[in-house]
């Protein structure tokens, strides 16, 4: 098990959060518009605290190496992922799901002692990696006539197996969690270069298993576009793909494993791309009058074949927000960030190239030198998820959604969402709002993020989410939108695969499974929808 202790009701370790005077400069700041003071503070449940029911199951699994445990916190820790329902359950010890145990597998032979042990005797068996899930991709909630559920915590399974430095490949065990992919590979002068806001915390294996996409992606791709081949245990045995750089020979058998999200079996090993870890790099903010401005920027950017590091564009209400929360003077108007990094000293002069043709599209569109840091939204960035758990102790919705869309559809799909958002917001609560920032571009489209935030009834804070949340998944299939664009979709967004791909792709998904997992005991409930067991 990890030697650092896992929060199990929050982001994060043990020891980590906001600090005291930063908390304090923060209530200060919204005390007046958001109605709230220190009093309205209430803290989460301690573990001993929580009703957790006797396990249904007594796990016994010969020869298995690793770990069973079912001590109350391992329970716990596994019991949800890290949205903001989930936080909400978990700070407050409401309608729970535990499951019976949890294992920590050393290696391939104890995960295939689970799988058998699991189908002789129907139990449902949960892949786990760093737990960050926000769509309920972890959850142990599964079907009717299991006789138990097993969490499987791939932690231990985390080892680099081996390096190809001139074809800047690594074979890697996908236990591993961001930090220490990232750290391994710079101890060999290479580097991966993904991350996404769960970075801290999240697993290769997660990465993979619900198609993500890095801070980085529009230099570097998607993970999809960094994997080369994968190695899958299924119930029906190993699946492998071969290690090459790309092939012709029928389908692409990862793409069957790459946002399967442990619903056809175990993803073990990955054989991934690295890159050169930068020398240097051009960085730096640009203020746009609005929104729609900041949008043509970033279209003509990536459609020269730019491709920057970085290139996002925040609307002017988080840069408002984020002013006042921060204490900053405001600087009206959306913000983008661009980042060009540089492999190699002696590509200098292209890099510097790019970076004043980059500077071309901003200024046709609008955009002026921005003065505050591009650093400072980067601390943010990660930081988001420590501030929305101590939101919820002040009984505050604060959530995101992402989709993405064609430029030509992006200001309708902004305006669309906003409003409907913000109607919603209204009857709910006195006050909210909803911010837009585009965090990934494309030749051809962009992914749009939404965040918004309310203060309904605390005892409604779940069904205000869940409403709100929905309303915006609506929106964004109303307007010609993906339902998710680098989360997954879990058990939360399962229902809504039919109105994306349609009824023939939904039934190619049940087929694959049924191939893969004739028992259905992997992660019931996540990419097919759930059937009793049995």
Known sequence: ??????????????????????????????????????????????????????????VEIPGFKGDLTATPYERALHAAGRSFGDLVRLRTGQDLCFPDAVAYPED????????????????????????????????????????????????????????????????????????????????HGLAFRHYPQSFQMSTLGGWIATRAAGHFATAWGRIEHRVESLRVLTPRG???TREVPASA??????????????????????????????VAKRAGGFRFPEFSAGLEALRRIVQAGLAPAVLRLL????????????GRPLEPGALLHISLEIEDPEDAHRAEANWRSALRWIERAGGIPASEAVETWKQAYF?????????????LLLDTVETAVPWSRAENTVRTVRERLLQRIDRWSPVGGVMTRVTHVYPDGCALYFTFFARPP?????????????????????????????HGTGRDLQSLLMAEHGSLAVDILQRVKGALDPSGIMNPGVLVAPTPHG
């Open 108 to 187: 391939e032979l104890d995960l295939l002692r689970l799988l058998e042990s699991a189908e002789r005797q129907s139990i449902a068996l949960i892949p786990y990696g760093g737990g960050t899930s926000v769509v309920g991709g972890v959850e142990p909630a599964v079907p009717p006539g299991f006789q138990g559920v097993l969490s499987v915590d791939l932690a231990r399974m985390n080892r680099i197996r081996y390096l190809d430095p001139s074809s800047r490949r690594v074979r890697v065990q996908v236990g591993i969690r961001g930090p220490d992919l990232e750290e391994a590979l710079r101890a």
């Open 249 to 278: 020979s029928g389908p692409d058998v990862r793409s069957w494993i790459v946002g399967s999200e442990g619903a056809f079996g175990f993803i073990t090993e990955a054989v991934v791309r690295a890159v050169r870890p930068p």
């Open 315 to 326: 609307d002017e209400y988080e840069v408002a927000i984020s002013a006042a929360l921060t």
């Open 383 to 395: 930081e988001q998820p420590y501030w929305r758990d101590l939101m919820i102790d002040f009984g």
């Open 1 to 58: 098990m990890p030697d650092r202790l896992r929060k199990w009701n929050g982001w994060g370790y043990e020891g980590e959060g906001i600090p005291a005077e930063r908390v304090a400069r923060w209530l200060k700041a919204v005390e007046p518009w958001l109605r709230i003071s220190l009093k309205d503070h209430q803290p989460p449940l301690p573990l001993e605290s929580l009703r957790i029911p006797p396990p249904r199951i007594s």
């Open 238 to 240: 190993v699946l492998e």
């Open 458 to 486: 605390r005892e409604a804070l779940r069904e205000a989410w869940q409403d709100l949340r929905g309303t915006a998944l609506e929106a964004f299939l109303e307007c010609g939108g993906t339902i998710t664009h680098h």
